[in-house]
C-alpha cells in the first residue's frame, strides 16, 4: 500500500494562493503518474492537473490552466501543486492520486492510490 498525505490547504482570499503538497511513502514515488483531483460540495470529483513519471508531461484542466502549476520533486518523494489567482469556484477538497504505470491521466479511475484530501476554501 503506498501511502499519500496532503498538505498545504487552508483559508484564503480570492485572488490569492496556496501551494499544496502530496507525501508519498516508499522509494517508488518516481515510478509514479501523479494527479491531483478535487471535489466540492454536491459535485462529482473532477480533474484537475496531471504529472508524468519524469515531471516533463503536464496536463491541467481548462479552469486552472494559466493560473496554476503542477510539478514534482522525486527526490523529496512529493507532487505539488501550485495555485495561483485563486477563485471562490475553485473552493473543493482536493485530492493528490498515485498511477503505478507511470502514465498522466485525467480519469479517476485510472489511479490506484489516493491521499485523504485537504480542504482549500476561497473567501469571496
Known amino acids: 500500500q503506498v501511502q499519500l498525505v496532503e498538505s498545504g490547504g487552508g483559508l484564503v482570499q480570492a485572488g490569492g494562493s496556496l501551494r499544496l503538497s502530496c507525501a508519498a511513502s516508499?522509494?517508488?514515488?518516481?515510478?509514479?503518474?501523479m494527479g491531483w483531483f478535487r471535489q466540492a460540495p454536491g459535485k462529482e470529483r473532477e480533474f484537475v492537473s496531471t504529472?508524468?513519471?519524469?515531471?516533463?508531461?503536464?496536463y491541467y484542466a481548462d479552469s486552472v490552466k494559466g493560473r496554476w502549476t503542477i510539478f514534482r520533486d522525486n527526490a523529496k518523494n512529493t507532487v505539488y501543486l501550485q495555485m495561483n489567482s485563486l477563485k471562490h469556484e475553485d473552493t473543493a477538497v482536493y485530492y493528490c492520486?498515485?498511477?503505478?504505470?507511470?502514465?498522466?491521466?485525467?480519469?479517476?479511475?485510472?489511479?490506484?492510490?489516493w491521499g485523504q484530501g485537504t480542504q482549500v476554501t476561497v473567501s469571496s
Open positions: 504529472i508524468s513519471r519524469s515531471g516533463i508531461i503536464k
Open positions: 516508499g522509494r517508488t514515488f518516481s515510478s509514479y503518474g
Open positions: 492520486a498515485a498511477r503505478s504505470d507511470g502514465s498522466y491521466s485525467s480519469i479517476a479511475n485510472s489511479y490506484d492510490y
